[in-house]
């Protein structure tokens, strides 16, 4: 899948997969992680999603990381933020108090940019990319973060009747990915209200992914 393909949806203001209130799942399941005010959490894919702002007003550090520089000013503004923005080797960083985002393809993103990072939120990274990045983003994700715990999001359903992203993935892949480095657990699947997209019957399941 292109770059060009979402900067196209972030100029069109295609951002069905943006949800304007947060997830449920964060807030339910976010102590499974076992934090402390102050730790940071790391946002693959970010986005502008209402995810960071629901982290900060707890007390806790955000690092993120997001292709699209659109979505990063758009989120700052929605967060009334003005950030100071510096080049950070391959990528951009826009960073503000406890929030730090860097703009550019993730695999540019090394494990000096992640310093100190407690934790993943994975919402919409794994699951917007295709089957043949996916190995390689579950990789570099570890080596980066050095396998700190997950909670990770993601969604099942009749991949044949829609094509995504987001993609349908099976708990067999997560543990494919995940099951050598993590303890991995299934905290919770819930069907999606109306199906994905409108379209088909889909759930959308919570992982906790912790360190062997």
């Not at 080596?143 to 969604?155: E, G, N, R, Y």
Request: glycine share 6%; proline share 3%.
């Amino acid at each position: 899948m292109e770059t060009t393909y979402w900067h196209e949806k972030w100029k069109r203001n295609d951002i069905g997969f943006h949800e304007a209130s947060g997830n449920s799942l964060l807030s339910e399941f976010f102590a499974e992680l076992s934090l402390s005010k102050g730790d940071r959490v790391f946002i693959p894919l970010c986005g502008k999603t209402r995810d960071i702002a629901w982290l900060l007003s707890r007390g806790y550090g955000v690092v993120g990381a997001e292709l699209s520089e659109l979505a990063v000013q758009q989120l700052f503004m929605e967060l009334e933020l003005i950030p100071e923005i510096e080049q950070a080797g391959e990528l951009k960083r826009y960073w503000a108090k406890n929030i730090e985002i860097f703009v550019g393809d993730i695999f540019d993103l090394t494990e000096k940019h992640l310093r100190d990072v407690s934790a993943i939120y994975d919402r919409a990274a794994l699951v917007a990319l295709p089957a043949d990045i996916r190995q390689r983003y579950t990789q570099h994700l570890m080596a980066v973060t050095k396998v700190v715990p997950q909670l990770l999001i993601s969604f099942e359903y009749e991949q044949s009747q829609l094509s995504g992203p987001p993609f349908s993935i099976s708990s067999r892949e997560i543990y494919d990915h995940y099951n050598a480095n993590y303890h991995v657990k299934k905290l919770a699947s819930r069907d999606v209200l109306g199906g994905l997209k409108g379209l088909v019957p889909a759930q959308e399941v919570a992982w906790l992914l912790s360190r062997r």
